[in-house]
């Protein structure tokens, strides 16, 4: 599979997997230092929409996956980012989860200190598939 055609397979998910991370960083912004109801209610909404859209990116097929050699290629190891990323950002949305069952700084901080290596390591992918593609406006979170 090719970056176009990996692009073409899941353009519109990883738009899917950006738009729901956006809400939910928009939430986190709007945390009061005692979160309200409604606030956490919000979060968990989106928190839970996002881990499921990253936990099912987490699962698109690589190419050349246990293939020798696979992993040198920048497509195989674009891809392989992505979807390892994607399962660590299904972390922190879980850890953020958490934080909405008893918020605390503590719980706070888990998801932070998920959120910035998880956004790494999907945003190298996903920006590097779309270059491969010839294609701009990457969807990185």
Request: aromatic share 6%.
């Amino acid at each position: 599979m090719g970056a176009s055609t990996f692009r073409g397979d899941h353009g519109a998910a990883a738009a899917r997997v950006a738009a729901a991370t956006k809400s939910v960083e928009a939430d986190v912004a709007r945390l009061s230092s005692h979160p309200s109801s409604a606030q956490l209610l919000d979060l968990a909404h989106d928190a839970a929409l996002a881990r499921r859209e990253f936990v099912a990116a987490g699962e698109w097929a690589v190419a050349g996956q246990g293939e020798e050699g696979a992993e040198e290629e920048d497509v195989p190891r674009a891809e392989t980012q992505v979807t390892e990323g994607a399962t660590e950002m299904a972390g922190a949305m879980t850890a953020l989860q958490g934080y909405v069952r008893a918020p605390s700084t503590a719980a706070l901080s888990r998801y932070a200190s998920k959120l910035a290596p998880a956004r790494q390591q999907w945003d190298e992918g996903i920006s590097q598939l779309w270059f491969l593609a010839h294609a701009a406006g990457a969807p990185t979170v």
